[in-house]
């Protein structure tokens, strides 16, 4: 059984499940699983030590599935920027065919893209950005509530209300985002307006999925409450993992304290050894509310077969209350 949206047909790939980039997860393994079950993997730039680096990665998930395969090139401000350009060439130069953008528009890297019939998705977090999106040419939009493992931005609009406002604004096809990790949230989603779901927490937490089990067990343990959101001072808010770390990140910048003040407790090579080790306090490590929900380390495909066949079961379901004709059992 295939789920055909305007997202799988602008995209070309079977189901509307987008396993979205993720810094030192978004690795060959998950995103060639992922790809290989119909929704479509995406393998994370910036994880890689260089833009030749990324060129082998999407070389290495090629040998995994022969199914669309898409990069995540996250643009974000910082004082040393990485060579974003020279990962864009990578990704022309790997023949990668879909991109996902992310962290700020994407029109410095639109022309190049569209000269080389790259799809790019791009995911933010407003209506007002989406349309933008829309306006430079993107293929479709990724549209992350305020709910989401990462950064939500600074409006505060959960799901419910983004994606219909979203769906009402858009012509373009267009995916829900953050706090999905079921049957359910893809039929809500669908049934908000949205053509699919992008899911980063859910794919996380699954058997291909190149971090320690520690971490994985984590999650299967954690509730909806076993967040935080820190920067929110700065305007650069994160939603990340509760833990002995974010919370001191939290109280220093509530007492007025400043990014120097944090800069060594965020540190990316700590949150790096989290996933590593399986120290859960050695740093900051991303994750969203989703994971109240997430209950079981499955195989990626698994996910991905699931949810589909969920989604399906739901809707059937709650059509059957309008009285329609009886439907033939899903399974
Ligand atoms: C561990 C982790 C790392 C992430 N890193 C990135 C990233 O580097 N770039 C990006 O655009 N999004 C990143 N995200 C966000 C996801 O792509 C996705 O938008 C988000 O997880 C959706 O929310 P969910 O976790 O509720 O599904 C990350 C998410 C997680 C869980």
Redesign the pocket.
């Known amino acids: 059984m295939s789920l055909t949206t305007r997202f799988t047909e602008a995209i070309g790939i079977e189901h509307p499940i987008v396993q979205?980039?993720?810094?030192?997860?978004?690795r060959a393994e998950l995103a060639g699983a992922v790809s290989e079950a119909g929704g479509l993997g995406?393998i994370?730039a910036?994880?890689q030590p260089t833009p030749a680096d990324l060129v082998k990665e999407v070389e290495r998930a090629r040998r995994l599935t022969d199914k669309p395969i898409g990069v995540?090139l996250?643009i974000l401000p910082s004082i040393n920027p990485p060579p974003y350009d020279e990962y864009r060439r990578a990704i022309v130069d790997a023949g990668v065919t879909i991109v996902?953008t992310?962290?700020s528009s994407p029109e410095p890297h639109m022309e190049m893209f569209r000269e080389h019939g790259i799809k790019v998705i791009h995911?933010c977090t407003s209506v007002r950005h989406a349309l933008k999106a829309e306006k430079l040419g993107v293929t479709a939009v990724?549209i992350?509530g305020f709910?989401?493992?990462?950064?939500p931005g600074e409006d505060d609009v959960p799901g419910l209300v983004l994606i219909p406002a979203a769906a009402d604004a858009l012509s373009i096809p267009f995916i829900a985002?953050?706090?999905?990790?079921d049957g359910r949230g893809l039929a809500a989603a669908l049934a908000l307006g949205a053509d699919g779901v992008?899911?980063?927490?859910?794919f996380?937490c699954t058997v291909e999925s190149p971090i320690s089990q520690t971490v994985k067990e984590r999650i299967v343990e954690a509730s909806e409450l076993d967040t935080n959101l820190i920067f929110r001072s700065l305007r650069n808010t994160a939603r990340v993992a509760k833990n002995a770390v974010s919370d001191e990140v939290v109280e220093i910048l509530a007492a007025g304290g400043q990014f120097p003040d944090v800069q060594p407790l965020v540190a990316g090579a700590r949150g790096r050894k989290v996933f590593e080790d399986g120290d859960l306090d050695a740093g900051i490590?991303?994750?969203?509310?989703?994971q109240g929900l997430i209950r079981d380390i499955p195989n990626a495909g698994e996910v991905v077969r699931r949810i589909v066949a969920d989604a399906e079961a739901v809707l059937r379901a709650k059509l059957a209350l309008f009285g329609e004709p009886a439907v033939a059992p899903v399974g």
Do not use: P, Q, Y
């Open positions: 979205g980039g993720m810094m030192w997860v978004g995406i994370t910036l994880t995540n996250t996902e992310a962290g995911k990724s992350d709910e989401c493992a990462g950064h985002s953050g706090g999905f990790g992008n899911m980063g927490s859910r996380m490590w991303t994750v969203g509310l989703v």
